[in-house]
């Protein structure tokens, strides 16, 4: 059967009639640039069947001016930075509510149609011109996608020379730009596949400035590409693509704070890079500590922040050395660390993921008292365990956001990320050179990262009953399961050049940028329009 779908061009050229396409698609979504039209640019297609928006120049049909240096799919957003010398058209539409091709929840069915102006050298209004071509690209919605416009429709011009078509009855307002969107129900984003995906990846090393060194496996020469063609197919359901302008739409005005270690810092340059192709962000940080970051996205009104506390609690190194060369702490598990539990009161939205750094040698305090060690090797100094040390910090810091005055931000759980060294640890020889991501039944989560997968859950159900008490909004963002299917995308030794002289092990923890982290801001994404 033929699923209600549609993608429409349109090409205008002084030289040529104005053509309308209306083409249905039969498998699936047609997202990014259909090969199969030839009136381009575009800026989206279907966005997986909930949304068609179009930007149209003819300067001649499907290119934009290359002074610009502008890809063909720009946004809205970006209309005051193109001077098309034709015509400039956005187009949009919605299924109606029982079109079987989007799995989250629908808006009712409409469509709206802008033109923006004409633009000629010697500076010809053909009116006419416009009104056929308004006519044929209505006609082509209506008999591609055979739904009903809404009484609301309206077709506005914004030349001097511009007419409008309206109703007797006054219009409601028309639906928001950018309806919606969620995860459904039935969608457990914590189980699913990697499957593969042509279009990938969505930004590159010489795209993206934010890229950490250590995670820039493009510039160090790693040979194989494969990794970068996936995306996580959750196993109930069907994820769109993040979209970078409705992103910033759905947190214009807001912040959003990243509280954690280099992984949580690895996460915010991957949301960096996806947004960096409709704005980059003006560093706005009030130190030259690499830790706490602040940018700012200008048009938007949109801080991202990062915050760096790799035990999430008070912490001191004690000794450098420590007893295996990694270093001492001394953790101090009942005390939030209050370089992010004071600021976070300010955010809108807050990320809160840890880990790592527990596998390092500490010693315990807790009401001011030394309870315990992990690793310490001293005398009469009970070794309790790393676990310990991590769920107690995990349930401070939850309980210092439930219990912070004045906070009406929404925060979310990043769950643990497994590494996967393999042949050795992380310090023994330990590497990971896979090439193709796991499939379900070839791994499981196990031993530590299921230790502190399931300290995490636990901590975080008791957080959220309190939390939802007080108003306080938490969220889990589980990404656990989709990332120990990913041993091919970290940056193993290609985080630096071959000849190097410098002290770093295989890297089997943090990720590649662009990579398999990219798919936690696409729930990131989804979570926020909910």
Known sequence: MQRNECAIGVCVNAAEVPRVVCTPVRNGPLVGRAKSLPLLPLS???????????????????????????????????????????????????????SDLFQFPMKP?????????????????????????????????????????????NYEHSSSSASSLSSSSPSPPPPPRYPSIGLPRECDISQGEWVR???????????????????????????DMDFLKWRWRPAACELPRFDAAWFLELVRGKSLAFVGDSLARNHMQSLMCLLSKVEYPKDISDTTDENFKRMFYT??????????????????????????????????????????????REFDYVIV??????????????????????????????????????RMAFRTALRAITELDGFGGKVFLRTVSPSHFE???WNKGGNCVRTRPFRGNETRLEGLDLEFYEAQM?????????????????KMLDTTGAML????????RYGHWAHENVTLYNDCVHWCLPGPIDMWNTLLFLMLGE
């Open 44 to 98: 989206s297609i279907l966005r997986h069947g909930y949304m068609v928006e179009f930007m149209m120049v003819g300067t001649p049909c499907g290119t934009w001016p290359a002074a610009k240096g502008m890809p063909t799919t720009q946004y809205l957003s970006n209309r005051d930075e193109v001077t098309p010398p034709l015509l400039f058209i956005e187009a949009w539409l919605l299924p109606s509510p029982s």
């Open 109 to 153: 069915h409409a469509y709206r149609l802008r033109i923006w102006g004409y633009h000629h050298a010697h500076g010809n209004p053909r009116t006419l011109f416009f009104s056929a071509l308004l006519l044929l690209l209505v006609l082509a919605i209506i008999s591609c996608c055979n739904q009903p416009p809404l009484p609301s429709d």
């Open 197 to 223: 995906d042509p279009d990938a990846p969505y930004y590159t090393n010489q795209t993206c400035f934010t890229i950490q060194e250590h995670q820039n496996c493009m510039k160090y020469g790693r040979p």
């Open 299 to 344: 048009a938007y009104n949109f801080t991202i922040s990062t915050f760096w506390s790799p035990f999430l609690v008070k912490a001191q190194e004690a000794d450098t050395d420590g007893p295996n060369h990694t270093g001492l702490w001394n953790l101090y598990l009942d005390e939030v660390d209050d370089n992010w539990a004071s600021p976070i």
């Open 353 to 390: 993921s840890d880990g790592n750094w527990f596998t390092r040698p500490a010693m315990f305090y807790e009401k001011g008292e030394l309870v315990g060690c992990h690793f310490c090797l001293v005398d009469n100094v009970t070794d309790l365990t790393l676990r310990y040390s991590h």
């Open 423 to 425: 042949n050795g640890e």
């Open 458 to 474: 636990e901590e975080f159900r008791e957080a959220e009953r309190v939390g939802r008490a007080k108003g306080v909004e938490l």
């Open 485 to 492: 299917l990913r041993p091919d995308g970290h940056p193993s």
